[in-house]
C-alpha cells in the first residue's frame, strides 16, 4: 500500500497581506535603493531588526520514531521577548575577484 505524500493535518498559518498601491511604490523605492551601485561619497546603511520570543516548555516532548514526526505540546511558559537591531554597512565591492 503506498502512503499519501499529503498531511492535511500539518498545516502553516500565516497572514496574508493586502498591498496597496502607495505600500507597492514604497517596496520598489528600497529595492532600487538596494540595486544602486556603490558609491563611496553615499554610503548606504541597512538596518533591520526582529522580535524572538524565548519560552519554555511545560512538557516533555515525545521524540520522533519511524513513520511518526516529534510531538510536542503547545502549552508554553513566557521567559522572555527581546528586540535586536542590526545595523550594517556594505563593504565597498572587490576591484579583482577571486578567480
Known amino acids: 500500500m503506498m502512503r499519501s505524500v499529503l498531511k492535511p493535518w500539518l498545516k502553516q498559518q500565516w497572514r496574508i497581506p493586502t498591498v496597496s498601491s502607495e505600500f507597492l511604490a514604497a517596496m520598489e523605492e528600497v529595492l532600487d535603493l ?9 554610503s548606504k546603511v541597512n538596518f ?3 522580535n524572538k520570543q524565548l519560552i ?3 512538557r516533555r516532548s515525545l521524540p520522533e ?3 511518526r ?9 513566557r521567559n ?3 528586540t535586536t537591531e542590526l545595523s ?3 563593504v565597498k ?7
Open 34 to 42: 538596494y540595486a544602486t551601485a556603490y558609491d563611496p561619497k553615499r
Open 93 to 99: 565591492p572587490l576591484l579583482f575577484p577571486p578567480t
Open 65 to 67: 520514531r519511524p513513520g
Open 56 to 58: 519554555k516548555e511545560i
Open 80 to 82: 522572555f521577548c527581546n
Open 69 to 77: 514526526l516529534a510531538r510536542f505540546d503547545y502549552e508554553h511558559e
Open 48 to 50: 533591520d531588526e526582529s
Open 88 to 90: 550594517n554597512l556594505p
